[in-house]
């Protein structure tokens, strides 16, 4: 049984795993916080995350009926996120481990994302792992625990693209589930936001183009009412289009036997039925986390966790987090 | 009755461990802000050389600050992590309040809070006089004291010198863990400890800079 923790950006999670099974999952988001700033301040989300790592790990164990003294491992997220937050958890998980005298494993926040999909189920592998978030948009070939990315996005990521557009509207932070609701019953064709492949061949995502035109449009007419719910049923429409246009050509490109896709974005209901009329029409298995699974949380670093330490994974007591990995954005390269 | 102790505050990352008021042992290590990787290690170290077990432990003592926020909180997670899984209390101990305890005299203790700001408080032969408090780099120089002490007084050693030129620069170690933990074992002797982590709380004195920005100070 063991204790995970997630701190990477602004919510406060931690959960109880044994055996594959979700014992407990807590996430306290900080959305609140930073409505008035329209968008994560680091150094008040990392100062939020210490006021409430020791009161949410209590609040799990005690809704799973459980005691500290009964966890046998405990999981962090090691990297990608931003460092200040990761640093309280991870410093706090460490310490944790250490007190206890069980061991300590590190996660990729982002590929736990991707196994997030399959709690509760058994991926047929090979995977494509597709992780859609305000941070990250990313696709992986994974058999197993073995990871490679495939595309990142080189600019924005799609969440972001969401938030920022909701921003410049004024609709508040974060935008996705804004966008979502407004967006009901719009016109999707109303506005042609093309479809942007790089010159350069990649199959890398990149969205502040997208981004960008949506901003131009909001300058230059006044988007309001009616067109209002036309405008961004359009660019939801523009943002995901860009994800199935990917997907179509890694799954030519990779040919794997199931897709997940995972993330925050991955809640969206218009995602969700493309991607599944996507995989009907290629055959493929489709893996769609929980919507409780879908943003941050600690159940999937628990999770991910879990077949890790099976697999042999350990940290030392030198261990210490990450901010990037090779699936960031603009990331080419990644030295370990 | 054993007493584990660290200043994670600062650019002097310092490790020690203390039977009551004595010092059994202290590391210090002069390479920067590392506390993160190196906090643990230290610690685990320490307990080996010293053929202690982490159970052996009573208290847990480190600075809540003022200093490096990054610094503050790793020591902090660390310190709640460790009370909760060894079930022991914590005594918070201002970062101030450890290098001002051996200085004799009036002396004004500052840490480098960067952005022109010194976090500082005076103390009259090792005891707080004043409230600890993030003052501009002149207000702090101009203090009326003999000494100064901590990363502040040697970074702006020149200014202080044209402030004040009767006073004097301490020599001592900015390494302080031994005095964390004395400090720490007077909040012991008075009932002062911490016994639920999840009242740990940092002293940080200045807000972050996005809410400055907006609301000013
Ligand atoms: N209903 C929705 N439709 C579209 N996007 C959504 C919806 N709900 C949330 N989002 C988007 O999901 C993003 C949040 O994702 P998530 O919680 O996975 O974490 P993150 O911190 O952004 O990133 P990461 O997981 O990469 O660290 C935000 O950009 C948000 O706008």
């Known amino acids: ?336 | 009755m054993k007493i584990l102790a660290w200043d994670t505050s600062t650019a002097y990352p310092s490790v020690a461990v203390l039977e009551a008021g004595g010092l059994l042992g202290e590391i210090n290590l002069n390479i920067g802000l590392f506390h993160s990787s190196h906090l643990l290690p230290t610690v685990d170290y320490l307990l080996r050389l010293l053929s202690l077990a982490k159970e052996d432990i009573n208290l847990i003592a480190a600075t809540i600050g003022p200093g490096s926020f990054t610094g503050i909180r790793v020591g902090l997670s660390a310190a709640k992590a460790l009370c909760f899984s060894l079930k022991i209390p914590f005594a918070p101990v201002i970062s101030l309040d450890a290098l001002g305890l051996k200085e004799m005299g009036k002396t004004a203790v500052g840490i480098d809070a960067k952005k022109g700001e010194v976090f500082a408080a005076v103390y009259l032969n090792g005891k707080r006089e004043t409230q600890p408090a993030s003052l501009s780099v002149e207000e702090f120089a101009s203090l009326p004291v003999e000494v100064f002490i901590g990363d502040g007084a040697l970074r702006f050693r020149e200014l202080i010198k044209s402030k004040n030129p009767g006073a004097k620069i301490s020599r001592r170690s900015l390494f302080s863990a031994a005095e964390v933990g004395l400090l720490g074992f007077e909040l012991w002797k008075r009932d002062q400890v911490i016994e639920d982590p999840r009242k740990i709380y940092p002293l940080y004195l200045r807000a972050s800079d996005a809410e400055i920005k907006k609301w000013g100070k």
């Open chain 1, 1 to 336: 049984m063991l204790l995970a923790i997630e701190t990477s950006c602004d919510e406060t999670a931690a959960a109880v795993v044994h055996q594959g099974r979700i014992l407990s999952s807590v996430v306290r988001s900080q959305v609140d916080l930073f409505k008035e700033f329209g968008g994560i301040v680091p150094e008040i989300s990392s100062r939020r995350h210490l006021e409430l790592i020791q009161v949410i790990v209590e609040e799990t164990l005690s809704r799973a009926g459980k005691g500290i003294e009964d966890m046998e491992a405990v999981a962090a997220t090691k990297k990608p996120g931003l460092i200040g937050s990761l640093l309280v958890g991870y410093s706090y998980a460490k310490a944790l481990a250490y007190g206890l005298g069980v061991s300590l494993v590190g996660v990729d926040h982002l590929h736990a994302h991707v196994y997030s999909a399959e709690i509760g189920r058994k991926f047929r592998f090979p995977l494509l792992g597709v992780v859609v978030s305000g941070g990250h948009t990313a696709a992986y070939m994974v058999e197993g625990l073995s990871f490679r990315v495939v595309a990142r996005t080189r600019d924005d990521a799609a969440g972001e693209a969401l938030d920022k557009v909701a921003k410049k509207l004024g609709l508040g932070y974060p935008g996705g589930p804004v966008i979502e609701r407004m967006a009901k019953g719009g016109d999707p064709y109303a506005y042609d936001f093309p479809v942007v492949r790089l010159k350069d061949g990649s199959l890398d995502f990149s969205y502040s183009g997208l981004k960008s035109q949506a901003i131009r449009i909001i300058e230059r007419e006044e988007v309001k009412g009616e067109k209002l719910r036309d405008f961004l049923a359009s660019f939801q429409r523009a943002v995901m289009d860009q994800i199935i246009d990917r997907l179509d050509a890694l799954v030519e490109r990779y040919k794997p036997a199931s897709l997940a896709v995972t993330g925050g974005v991955s809640i969206n209901s218009h995602l969700r039925e493309r991607v599944e009329k996507f995989s009907a029409q290629k055959g493929l298995a489709l893996y769609l986390p929980e919507k409780r699974f879908c943003g941050d949380n600690a159940a999937m670093i628990g999770y991910l966790g879990e077949k890790l330490l099976e697999a042999g994974y350990r940290e030392d007591l030198f261990s210490t987090p990450f901010p990037r990995t090779e699936a960031s954005k603009g990331v080419k390269q990644f030295a370990k």
